[in-house]
């Protein structure tokens, strides 16, 4: 199949170019979409990073599940949305985990009827316990452990707040939990 001249709508032809693997297709859906899809992630994750993420894991799922496309059923617009849905939802569910793992990694329970065992007096030198470590940790470590553990922000939120790159964010997290968990199982085996 000969690739097709970039036109400036979008039409069937192009649905059954991209549906017989031309790679032309692709880029012309990039360049038309990608705008609309990083717009929808945006207003969903309020985050221009994740938002770039996830515009550039919509068109890798396009691109690899081609196959799965069928011109007859669908346009391809219509079916990169459903796909961008699909990722946004995901990008939320991930940031959600992370959360949690977070808050379990500290043993601070999200569940408020968890916490109803422990006394007022266990709960508040536990926060205590958890503030002098967090600031042990120093700067920008104590800070960041601070809005995800109190704030409830995501890694994606937090890097934003303290401008800082995402990646930056995720690995200050990951040595910190791990410095915390340390400290803490010592505290606990001594104590």
């Given at each position: 199949?000969?690739p097709?001249e970039?036109?400036?709508g979008w039409?069937?032809?192009?649905n059954?170019a991209?549906?017989?693997?031309?790679?032309?297709?692709?880029?012309?859906?990039?360049r038309?979409?990608?705008?609309?899809v990083?717009?929808?992630?945006?207003?969903?994750?309020?985050d221009?990073?994740?938002a770039d993420d996830?515009?550039?894991?919509?068109?890798?799922?396009?691109?690899?599940s081609?196959?799965?496309?069928d011109?007859?059923?669908?346009?391809l617009?219509?079916?990169?949305?459903?796909i961008?849905?699909?990722?946004?939802?995901?990008a939320?569910?991930?940031?959600?985990?992370?959360t949690r793992?977070?808050?379990?990694?500290?043993?601070?329970?999200?569940?408020?009827?968890?916490?109803?065992?422990h006394t007022?007096a266990?709960?508040?030198?536990?926060?205590?316990?958890?503030?002098?470590?967090?600031e042990r940790?120093?700067?920008?470590q104590?800070?960041?452990l601070?809005?995800a553990?109190?704030?409830?922000?995501?890694?994606?939120?937090i890097s934003?707040?303290?401008n800082?790159?995402?990646?930056?964010?995720?690995?200050?997290i990951?040595?910190?939990?791990s410095?915390?968990?340390t400290?803490l199982?010592?505290?606990?085996?001594?104590s």
């Amino acid at each position: 199949m000969a690739p097709f001249e970039a036109s400036s709508g979008w039409d069937a032809r192009l649905n059954e170019a991209f549906a017989a693997g031309d790679e032309t297709a692709l880029a012309e859906a990039y360049r038309q979409f990608a705008p609309l899809v990083h717009t929808l992630a945006l207003r969903s994750l309020r985050d221009n990073a994740a938002a770039d993420d996830v515009t550039q894991e919509v068109f890798i799922r396009v691109w690899r599940s081609r196959s799965a496309f069928d011109p007859a059923k669908a346009r391809l617009p219509a079916w990169i949305v459903g796909i961008t849905r699909n990722v946004i939802t995901d990008a939320q569910a991930a940031s959600v985990r992370e959360t949690r793992k977070v808050l379990a990694a500290v043993e601070l329970s999200p569940d408020p009827e968890q916490a109803a065992g422990h006394t007022a007096a266990e709960v508040l030198a536990d926060r205590l316990l958890l503030d002098g470590e967090l600031e042990r940790l120093g700067e920008p470590q104590g800070s960041i452990l601070k809005l995800a553990f109190y704030d409830d922000l995501t890694h994606s939120q937090i890097s934003q707040k303290l401008n800082l790159p995402l990646g930056t964010v995720k690995s200050h997290i990951r040595r910190s939990l791990s410095q915390l968990r340390t400290r803490l199982e010592v505290d606990r085996a001594t104590s």
